[in-house]
């Protein structure tokens, strides 16, 4: 199993960037996999994901602004992010729930992790 995040950088208050995570290894839609963030200081987080039968889940802090979708045939992972804030200014993650049975925003259930990548938002 791998997962390759890309698509972070610098953008000013609200802005957008779209993230992308390129999974191999496993069949994307068979899992739980979702989008963390971990800004420094803080705790990692569950920011969005799609549960293994489909339902998809935000933080009460993304809602309306990001939205999570995947391309079966790509076998990759999107986060569209828009109207950035500096608050989520972040290491930006893809993880998946190989095991099964964790809540796909449950960062402690996932199984597999990206490297991830730096979001920053300036203000």
């Known amino acids: 199993v791998q997962l390759v995040e890309s698509g972070g950088g610098l953008v000013q208050a609200g802005g957008s960037l779209r993230l992308s995570c390129a999974a191999s290894?496993?069949?994307?839609?068979?899992?739980?996999i979702g989008w963390f963030r971990q800004a420094p200081g803080k705790e990692r987080e569950g920011v969005s994901c799609i549960s293994s039968d489909g339902y998809t889940y935000y933080a009460d802090s993304v809602k309306g602004r990001f939205s999570i979708s995947r391309d079966n045939a790509k076998n990759t992972l999107y986060l569209q992010m828009n109207t950035l804030k500096p608050e989520d200014t972040a290491v930006y993650y893809c993880?998946?729930?190989?095991?099964?049975?964790?809540?796909?925003?449950?960062?402690?259930?996932?199984?597999?992790w990206g490297q991830g990548t730096q979001v920053t938002v300036s203000s």
């Open positions: 993880a998946t729930d190989q095991d099964g049975g964790s809540w796909c925003l449950d960062y402690r259930g996932m199984d597999y």
């Open positions: 290894g496993f069949t994307l839609d068979y899992y739980g």
